[in-house]
């Protein structure tokens, strides 16, 4: 069984709006290295859309990109995406599948046959996986910003305190900091 992962940038006041953090190559290539040791993504339909809206037009070379990004892209084109929703049932980019029906278990048969792991990239749809027990590391790339506004990780809340354990962290040329934790046993 793989574990499920949630990555996601986020600034010192827990806003997680992308467009809040440092986009660099260091970055960038921090994200890619996360990708490249994970079998699959998981995505709500929000984040789904807004990667759709532009990295597929980047792998294609339709729009201009440096380096480092077209390799994500071209990256993230092969990668297998996994997305739920209850609004949209249709995912044309390539790679990519609806999960459907009852979230623990569809969640946890995506974990079972994914050795290499599943990484997941939306805030909203983390907080409800987290509800379920079903996140096991968290990686964040923490950015030295305070945004002022939303939306903010786990803005719905949590029932419950989560305990990590910390297994790195590793400071970046550009002052953000990547945080992998672990579930504490």
């Known amino acids: 069984m793989g574990l499920l992962t949630f990555s996601i940038n986020v600034t010192l006041d827990g806003c997680v709006d992308h467009r809040e953090g440092i986009a660099d190559d260091e970055t960038h290539a921090f994200f890619t290295r996360l990708m490249d040791g994970a079998g699959a993504m998981l995505w709500g339909r929000t984040t789904y859309e807004m990667m759709e809206s532009s990295w597929p037009a980047i792998a294609r070379g339709e729009e201009d990109a440096p380096p480092t990004l077209r390799e994500w892209a071209l990256k993230l084109e092969a990668k297998p995406k996994y997305v739920v929703s209850s609004t949209r049932h249709d995912f044309p980019w390539n790679n990519s599948h609806h999960l459907a029906g009852a979230l623990r278990t569809t969640v946890q048969e995506l974990k079972d046959r994914t050795p290499d792991g599943v990484?997941?990239?939306?805030?909203?749809?983390?907080?409800?996986?987290?509800?379920?027990?079903?996140?096991?590391?968290?990686?964040?790339?923490?950015?030295?910003?305070?945004?002022?506004h939303g939306p903010t990780l786990y803005e719905s809340g949590l029932a419950s305190t989560r305990r990590l354990d910390l297994i790195s962290a590793e400071p970046l040329r550009c002052g953000a900091v990547a945080m992998h934790y672990r579930r504490a046993g």
């Open 119 to 148: 990484l997941l990239g939306s805030g909203r749809l983390a907080t409800e996986l987290d509800r379920l027990d079903l996140i096991d590391e968290y990686r964040f790339l923490v950015h030295p910003r305070i945004a002022g």
